[in-house]
């Protein structure tokens, strides 16, 4: 076997964009044979694009892609990555909920057909399940929709090491444990040793840096679409990694913001709020005025928060402290924001109705003259405000959200991570603003999965399942620290 | 045991067996001499087109679509049948197979331009039955001697809808849900990006869908006028509404691949009951369909009832 043979995958140069946004900017990987890899980042560094590419689901842009030392770039799809033997657990569940487990490890393999193949297949599936996660308790019968989240990634993990024909070589595992308990992480992670030991390839894609730390032979570190460290895994230590993951602050932003911190606890509190599955009595706090970040990985119960003290704005809960209307700034733009079939105008003032009702109708002049107000104070790049909210950029749609929320009667503003592919010169733009209405005593609640943004903020908490995890005001806020508290010790 | 006879998920199994239990029960108590030979076949007699309709629709519903023009379709190959079949049955028989190849190629536009299925079958709802107008301008023509023959059949101690209703259930049990391919058309309505990405291809599945479709629309059409002897453009319009209730009456879902072969056609028989019940009740037929969208609401509730107890 040469050197080019013993790699099973060699990427070089390899990019992918999504419209403006670079997901991967010229990646180098190579993966050896009978090696576990692990691949490490914060959001948005690229990890997934990157495996979807190998996985044959994305095909990128430019860049040299060999399997087994074989040039496949452009003529590699699904089917290819399948006959050479790779293949991809998704972070997002791929079973079909509607089948059984049986039918699902069918789906896997086009040449489980013909009489009896529900028997082979479910004995296959059932065989596995049995060598990976003894005691699993899954029957191949089972439909996917009834069987617990941690079932159902044992069940996609199983059947992504079993092979009908064409032998396994590689299997990417992208978050493989995020859905599984201590135990049966533990009994994965071995199976993955126990394989790897035996000549099959794996990377593994963990926010449990422990896992990684323990159980890879290599770790590639990735920032913003690039490969920014590759070392074998005993040369790195907890500390060392999340450095290599994170980016050195611009200390000038810091200061300058830094200057402009209002003394927290000097005004009254607005929001008080627990998430339920919060044991230690830790809330989210937010005084008037104040800029509160909500931190840590996508999808750790941010979201929830937000929509919970929104809830309890709209039905006067008493379990929370909301203390004021409240507006929402909604991150999905297309599905949670924008009216697709109105005016810009009227985009903006939908959620100040109650302000421009004349005779019981919509007064048109007030809903322009407010349209106009803020095209000129958030600068709406646009011919005119009764032009179809489509036509603007994606940037000044959510300055139309933004202006949406500022220009109604709400005291407090919640932020579901609204910078999501918005440009820079918008996000400054949005900055400043958010800065002079807070000081003009409204209270921000801002979830963001950018951590730059954080600096912008007078207080963070950083949310890690569903809870608290870290509390911090801004002097000690640093990008180490927000991901020391996001990633888990150990499982 | 008795956990398992009132889990949810056996109940929701048995509904539409048990529905349709109640129906045929209440049907015998209002008018006992429906309990013969003669009395089930006369109630039952259009079963068979309402069955395969549903069937034709389930397929559509498998993969995540609704069909809006089937009752338009399924006068339009009743109107091929009664006409074009009979008199030159070539001519017949290539008319309608492509009215099948059309339905695919619905299926592949609906995909390809990712358009909503329930605007496109609309539309083409009014297309059917344009064409339906011109095959047929008058109601008329003659069934063919053989479509007559089968859909008159007599078999011994069981009427021959209740057979015929058996066997297709039975049939497209096998194809969807005991066969490898059918678990791939059924993971399409489940999971589209995991099937895709298992390296199916999805115009296909969608494809055999709608070709599988406008096959049992064909068979609806010409069993009804087995039937009816004649034809009409107009004489399945209602066919689209009873195929939806059929298929969720049956225990299916919009959403999720989730249907039941054995289901819709059980879901068909309970349709095609709850008219002769009311008419048993004299209820005039003003009220009836009303009435038998009362019936539709309560078996509808029942299941959201058993839902709920699940979640």
């Given at each position: 076997m040469n050197a080019s043979q013993s790699h099973i995958v060699t990427l070089e140069n390899v990019t992918k964009h999504f419209g403006a946004v670079r997901a991967l900017g010229g990646v180098d990987l190579k993966?050896?044979?009978?090696?576990?890899?692990?691949?490490?980042?914060?959001?948005?560094?690229?990890?997934?694009?990157?495996?979807?590419?190998?996985?044959?689901?994305?095909?990128?842009?430019?860049?040299?892609?060999?399997?087994?030392?074989?040039?496949?770039?452009?003529?590699?799809?699904?089917?290819?990555?399948?006959?050479?033997?790779?293949?991809?657990?998704?972070?997002?569940?791929?079973?079909?909920?509607?089948?059984?487990?049986?039918?699902?490890?069918?789906?896997?393999?086009?040449?489980?057909?013909?009489?009896?193949?529900?028997?082979?297949?479910?004995?296959?599936?059932?065989?596995?399940?049995?060598?990976?996660?003894?005691?699993?308790?899954?029957?191949?019968?089972?439909?996917?929709?009834?069987?617990?989240?941690?079932?159902?990634?044992?069940?996609?993990?199983?059947?992504?090491?079993?092979?009908?024909?064409?032998?396994?070589?590689?299997?990417?595992?992208?978050?493989?444990?995020?859905?599984?308990?201590?135990?049966?992480?533990?009994?994965?992670?071995?199976?993955?040793?126990?394989?790897?030991?035996?000549?099959?390839?794996?990377?593994?894609?963990?926010?449990?840096?422990?896992?990684?730390?323990?159980?890879?032979?290599?770790?590639?570190?990735?920032?913003?679409?690039?490969?920014?460290?590759?070392?074998?895994?005993?040369?790195?230590?907890?500390?060392?990694?999340?450095?290599?993951?994170?980016?050195?602050?611009?200390?000038?932003?810091?200061?300058?913001?830094?200057?402009?911190?209002?003394?927290?606890?000097?005004?009254?509190?607005?929001?008080?709020?627990?998430?339920?599955?919060?044991?230690?009595?830790?809330?989210?706090?937010?005084?008037?005025?104040?800029?509160?970040?909500?931190?840590?990985?996508?999808?750790?119960?941010?979201?929830?928060?937000?929509?919970?003290?929104?809830?309890?704005?709209?039905?006067?809960?008493?379990?929370?402290?909301?203390?004021?209307?409240?507006?929402?700034?909604?991150?999905?733009?297309?599905?949670?924001?924008?009216?697709?079939?109105?005016?810009?105008?009227?985009?903006?003032?939908?959620?100040?109705?109650?302000?421009?009702?004349?005779?019981?109708?919509?007064?048109?002049?007030?809903?322009?003259?407010?349209?106009?107000?803020?095209?000129?104070?958030?600068?709406?790049?646009?011919?005119?405000?009764?032009?179809?909210?489509?036509?603007?950029?994606?940037?000044?749609?959510?300055?139309?959200?933004?202006?949406?929320?500022?220009?109604?009667?709400?005291?407090?503003?919640?932020?579901?991570?609204?910078?999501?592919?918005v440009d820079v010169g918008t996000k400054l733009e949005v900055y400043d603003l958010i800065r002079e209405e807070a000081e003009k005593g409204r209270t921000f609640l801002w979830y963001t999965t950018e951590t730059d943004e954080l600096y912008n903020c007078d207080h963070t908490y950083v949310f890690r399942d569903g809870v608290i995890v870290a509390d911090l005001p801004r002097d000690q806020l640093s990008e180490e620290k927000i991901l020391h508290s996001s990633f888990k010790e150990s499982a | 045991m008795l956990a398992q006879l009132s889990s949810p998920k056996f109940l929701r199994a048995a509904l539409p067996a048990a529905s349709f239990t109640v129906l045929l029960a209440a049907i015998f108590y209002v008018q006992p001499r429906a309990m013969s030979y003669f009395g089930m076949n006369l109630m039952l007699q259009y079963t068979v087109p309402i069955a395969l309709a549903t069937i034709a629709q389930m397929f559509i519903i498998t993969v995540n679509d609704l069909d809006l023009s089937i009752g338009a379709f399924v006068g339009l190959t009743a109107c091929i049948g009664a006409t074009l079949l009979a008199d030159t049955p070539l001519l017949g028989t290539l008319a309608l197979a492509a009215c099948v190849a059309a339905y695919a190629g619905l299926g592949a536009l609906i995909h390809w331009r990712n358009l909503p299925s329930i605007v496109v079958t609309l539309g083409m709802s009014f297309v059917w039955l344009g064409i339906a107008v011109l095959i047929l301008p008058t109601p008329g023509g003659t069934a063919p001697g053989w479509v007559k023959a089968l859909m008159g059949l007599k078999v011994p101690y069981v009427p021959f809808p209740i057979i015929a209703a058996i066997v297709i259930g039975l049939v497209v049990h096998v194809a969807l849900m005991r066969s490898s391919y059918g678990a791939v058309l059924r993971g399409v309505g489940g999971n589209p990006k995991a099937v895709g990405r298992a390296g199916w291809s999805l115009l296909k599945a969608k494809m055999t869908m709608y070709a599988a479709a406008g096959f049992f629309g064909v068979l609806s059409g010409l069993s009804l006028i087995g039937l009816t002897s004649a034809a009409d453009a107009h004489i399945a319009d209602r066919y689209t509404l009873y195929a939806i209730a059929g298929v969720i009456l049956g225990g299916g879902e919009f959403t999720g691949g989730r249907v039941s072969p054995v289901g819709a056609v059980i879901g068909a028989l309970t349709l095609a009951l709850t008219g002769s019940f009311l008419t048993f009740l004299r209820i005039s037929p003003d009220w009836q369909i009303g009435a038998q969208g009362g019936i539709l609401i309560i078996v509808l509730a029942l299941r959201a009832l058993i839902n709920r107890r699940e979640a």
């Open positions: 993966v050896h044979a009978g090696e576990c890899l692990g691949l490490v980042g914060h959001n948005g560094a690229g990890k997934s694009t990157l495996m979807n590419v190998l996985a044959g689901t994305l095909s990128p842009d430019h860049g040299i892609l060999g399997i087994h030392g074989a040039d496949l770039s452009g003529r590699y799809n699904v089917k290819a990555a399948g006959e050479n033997g790779i293949r991809c657990v998704f972070q997002e569940l791929s079973l079909c909920p509607n089948l059984t487990v049986a039918e699902n490890a069918r789906i896997f393999h086009p040449t489980l057909t013909g009489f009896g193949w529900k028997r082979r297949a479910g004995n296959m599936i059932r065989e596995k399940l049995d060598e990976i996660f003894p005691g699993h308790g899954v029957h191949p019968d089972n439909v996917i929709g009834d069987l617990s989240i941690g079932k159902r990634q044992m069940v996609e993990i199983a059947r992504a090491f079993t092979s009908t024909g064409a032998p396994l070589h590689l299997v990417i595992l992208d978050e493989p444990t995020s859905s599984l308990d201590a135990v049966t992480s533990g009994q994965l992670l071995d199976f993955v040793r126990k394989v790897v030991n035996q000549g099959l390839s794996c990377i593994l894609i963990s926010h449990v840096l422990g896992e990684v730390l323990s159980y890879c032979d290599r770790i590639v570190v990735m920032k913003d679409g690039l490969v920014v460290e590759t070392r074998p895994g005993a040369d790195f230590t907890r500390d060392t990694l999340v450095a290599a993951m994170g980016n050195v602050v611009e200390q000038e932003e810091i200061e300058e913001h830094e200057r402009r911190e209002i003394q927290r606890g000097t005004t009254p509190i607005v929001v008080e709020a627990r998430s339920d599955a919060q044991r230690d009595g830790a809330a989210l706090v937010a005084h008037r005025g104040e800029i509160i970040g909500l931190a840590g990985l996508a999808g750790h119960g941010q979201t929830r928060m937000l929509l919970k003290v929104y809830d309890a704005a709209m039905r006067k809960r008493k379990s929370l402290k909301v203390d004021g209307p409240v507006a929402l700034v909604a991150g999905d733009r297309q599905t949670d924001g924008i009216f697709h079939l109105w005016s810009i105008s009227q985009n903006v003032g939908v959620r100040s109705l109650q302000s421009m009702i004349r005779h019981g109708l919509i007064d048109p002049d007030a809903e322009a003259a407010l349209g106009r107000a803020w095209q000129a104070r958030i600068k709406i790049r646009t011919p005119d405000m009764n032009d179809n909210i489509l036509s603007l950029s994606g940037g000044n749609q959510q300055k139309a959200l933004f202006a949406r929320a500022l220009a109604s009667d709400a005291e407090i503003i919640l932020m579901d991570d609204p910078m999501r592919g | -």
